[in-house]
């Protein structure tokens, strides 16, 4: 019966980039609905090892960082017996398809790619190949489990649409192989923005500490982050495109509580700034704390964790080399 159950339900592939502390932004863009979606998805979600090559890694910090990530994820109460749960690398049929999707991707549809050309100004003396093709890589992690939803923040968009554009054109010339995967962005937090400078995303990447909240962060760093957001010269808890600062800290605030943007406005009318920075930054520690304890015990446990991600692995291969082998067989290769 519960293999019945699995079958009919639709399914849900996302993935993570282990590059350092994963954020707040990481958090209510795409991790709070992975965890929400899984009651009622077949849900595969995966730590994106590969794609965090594309910038320099330290050996050591990215082995690392791989397990803290893993674990992050179980911290958060992602179920690996419910899901199948797994690092990138160790499932060889990414790589393998994303081979057959480059060679059926134009140069000139990758050169639009607005994270490209951010991440090759941010770097550029490392603008590697793997930095320019990393979409197909990332159509190939999402096409090889042929999910019907991907949960995402609103800066990987473009990325989602180019994955789909290469899945109608591979089914449109070979045949019927990959699922046409729809986005699933959250109406809340879709884009979380810097505490420092609101006109840019929150990010892992950014130098300056205070402009980004660790989901591990200690609650005294939280709160000191939120006191030291930057604001506007309004003065008052109102939510306009014109105050970036004050409207990121209503949205955050809104996600985190559950509470409208309208509501949050009410509920601060006529009280300053200050007040208001301390209550978000109070209401996102404790959002938080739960998951830094959860995490400190699990991230204690190797083994276990290891045997989770190995025992991911091999359900994520199952469903994977599905996929490749019709797709290798479409194009014409021999099996
Ligand atoms: P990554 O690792 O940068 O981010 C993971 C997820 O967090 C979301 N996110 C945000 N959402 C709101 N506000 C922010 N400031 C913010 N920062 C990050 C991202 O949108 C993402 O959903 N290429 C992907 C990883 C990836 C992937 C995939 C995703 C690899 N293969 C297949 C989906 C499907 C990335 O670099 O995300």
Known sequence: MCNIETEQKKKVLSCIQPSGMLTLGNYLG???NWVNMQDEFDCTFAVADLHAITVRQEPAALRSQIYSTYALLLALGIDPEKNTVFIQSHVPFHTQLSWL??????????????QFKDKSAKHPENVNVGLFS???????????????????????????EIARDIAV???????????????YIPKTGARV??????????????DNVNS?????????????????AVTDSEACVRFCEEQAGISNLITIYSAVTGKT?????????????????????EAVADTLAPIKASYEEIIKDKKALEQLYKEGADKACRQAYKTYNKAMKKVGFVL
Not at 101 to 114: A, H, K, P, Y
Not at 170 to 180: A, L, R, S, W
Not at 267 to 278: A, C, N, Q, S, T
Request: net charge neutral.
């Open 212 to 228: 980004w909240v660790a989901i591990l962060d200690s609650k005294d760093d939280i709160i000191r982050k939120f006191k030291r």
């Open 193 to 206: 923005m810097s505490l420092q400078d609101p006109s840019r995303k929150m990010s892992k990447s950014d």
């Open 261 to 281: 943007v309208a509501e949050v406005e009410r509920e601060f009318e006529g009280r300053g700034y200050g007040e208001f920075k301390l209550a978000v930054g």
């Open 30 to 32: 795409a991790l709070k």
């Open 101 to 114: 999707l480059s060679c059926n991707t134009q140069f000139g549809e990758m050169s639009r790619m607005t």
């Open 134 to 160: 990393y979409p197909v890589l990332m159509a190939a992690d999402i096409l090889l489990y042929k999910p019907d939803f991907v949960p995402v923040g609103a800066d990987q968009k473009q990325h989602l």
């Open 169 to 183: 054109r591979f089914n449109n010339k070979y045949g019927d192989v990959f699922t046409i995967p729809e986005p």
